[in-house]
């Protein structure tokens, strides 16, 4: 928990020092007020009351009631100032971090444990500080200063009260005890109904075209149970804290009144000539001793507040600690590395003895090594599974290799910045993603300057990936994108990925199964604008069809993520088995 708090700026803390001084001060006020009650509870008592002490005493107790109220709502400013800028800071910070990841940590955290993290959790983080802040140091000090001054009034009443609190101290750490272990399987629970239902949502049409409503229904049940159950538990658990802080408040209360009448009648039969006078120092001091004793118990209920939402603050810090000290397993260098000596290569790649898996102890792709040239179409074909798309994830190092290397211009891509080796590198996905806003901003996607409307690269862009249905639409490339480009048909969608791809004008483009969703016809138009205009670009096709790759400048085969062979169609034909099985499979001997 104290290692969040590093996130905390100076300005926080200033406001913080505010916060507690102000709460000081509230404390002071509140504590002076039972001395005015006791005073003017003695003089009626005594029967020797004056109007002036009534305005003295009166007026003094409202002039502290009114300082504290006034502290407490500039205190209340502090405190939200500071819980809204730490609840900013984290985000920031949770999702700078996360964008700094590669897919190895995205997938051990998991996307909706991630998300939560940055919601739910972060939010319990702010209710911490806004509620927490001011409990949590008005609690103790105010505890403190009315104990020291209850200490010197009676034992008796001293005693009673002490037992109420330790009564109350008990029961608290019973029952954040039992509460604790359970709020920590909430937070799990709450990744995995936010899991379910991400998946419910996101697959609902397939869901409904296997009328699998029950059987999905029936798994969000599951878990939305667990998370009930869980909360229900913790919910009845602490519902025992207000019943047993109003009986151990009504019996301070009864003790006190009691002791008070037991100590009356001690006057009355020991003393009778100053009766009156004792009884009514005694009435003040019951007064007096009551409302310090309520102070104490009171505090005590703020602090139990607080436990009712700490563990599940402590838990959620744990949480956000992890992410936010999370080494990223990629990691890049502060300066571009300078290609000594080969200035005039730009795109050229080379795998050497590459090797990689995801983890479990077996290897995707084993002993992977060839050579592109500048400006060269280089294509990848292989039966599902391959490896196809491992192989080129690992070029703008979505993952990094676990043997060999791979280079760029003759230098590893591992020396490169992140941005100048996203800069060089563009990617086309094989699914299509799009982002809420319009054409335009998904097509000029990442550009850093201000691209004007009329600006011929769009035009190019669009042309290329022949997505001539924009020019169709009313508002042009200014057509609004809803969130995951579901106005959209899935062609549409990737043709928009590929302009996304070429308008970024990188050295090389690599298209990772995109003309999957595409007619033959469309395919075949948009590898001839790219033979066409992007000459001199270093193209990597990722593809299942053989009528895509066939006019390839080099063709590399995978079976089981090991080379089958390599070369252009014609070679492979007649060389490699199983390049022969795959074309044969889609087209016969004539169209070959």
Known sequence: MVKIFRYLKKKDWVYIVLSVALIVLQVYLEITMPEYTAELTAAVSAQSIQMSEIWRNGGLMLACAAGSMIASVICGFFVSRVAAGFAKTLRSALFDKITNFGNAEINRFSTPSLITRTTNDVVQMQMLIAMGLQMAIRAPVMAV?????????????????????????????????????????????????????????GGVRVIRAYNAEAY???????????????????????????PVMTLCM?????????????????????????????????????MAFSQYSLQVVGSFM???????????????????????????????????????????????????????????????IE??????????????????????????NLIPRFYDVDEGEILLDGVNIKEYRRETLNRRI??????????????????????????????????????????????????????????????????????????RAVFK????????????????????????????????????IVAQRIGTIRNADKILVLEDGKIAGLGKHDELMRSCAVYREIALSQLDKEEL
């Open 505 to 540: 004008d990188s050295e090389v483009i690599i298209f990772d199964d995109t003309f999957s969703a595409l007619d033959y016809k469309t395919d075949m138009l948009v590898r001839r604008e790219i033979k066409e205009k992007l000459a001199g670009t270093t193209i990597i």
């Open 145 to 201: 200063w009315a104990i020291c001054k209850i200490s010197t009034t009676n034992v008796k009443w001293t005693a009673a009260v002490a037992i109420t609190v330790a009564a109350i101290v008990v029961m608290l750490a019973l029952i954040v005890g039992l509460c604790y272990p359970k709020f920590r399987k909430i937070q799990k629970l709450t990744d995995n109904l936010n899991d379910v239902t991400r998946e419910n949502i």
């Open 426 to 499: 563009s990617v086309a996905p094989q699914k299509a993603t799009l982002f809420k806003g319009e054409i335009k901003s998904n097509v000029v996607y990442g550009c850093e300057e201000e691209i004007a409307d009329d600006d011929p690269r769009i035009a190019r862009a669009l042309s290329i990936a022949q997505a001539e249905f924009v020019s169709a639409l009313e508002k042009g490339i200014h057509a609004e994108v809803s969130q995951g480009g579901t106005n959209f048909s899935g062609g549409q969608k990737q043709r928009l990925s590929i302009a």
């Open 216 to 242: 999905r229904e029936s798994k969000f049940e599951e878990v939305n149970t667990a998370v009930t159950k869980n909360n229900l538990f913790t919910a009845r658990t602490m519902g025992f804290l207000m």
């Open 250 to 286: 009504s019996g301070l209360s009864l003790a006190i009144y009691w002791i008070a009448a037991v100590l009356m009648n001690d006057i009355a039969a020991t003393n009778p000539i100053e009766t009156v006078m004792q009884r009514a120092q005694l009435m003040g001091d019951m």
């Open 302 to 364: 703020m602090l139990i507040a607080i436990f009712v939402f700490l563990p599940r603050s402590l838990v959620s810090a744990k949480r956000i600690n992890e992410v936010l000290d999370a080494e990223p397993s990629i990691t890049y260098p502060d300066s571009d590395p300078v290609a000594d000596g080969k200035p005039d290569k730009h795109g050229e790649i080379e795998f050497r003895n590459v090797s990689f898996g995801y983890g479990d102890g077996k290897a995707c």
């Open 367 to 392: 002993n992977i090594s060839f050579s592109i040239a500048s400006g060269e179409t280089f294509a990848i074909i292989g039966a599902t599974g391959s490896g196809k798309s491992t192989l080129v």
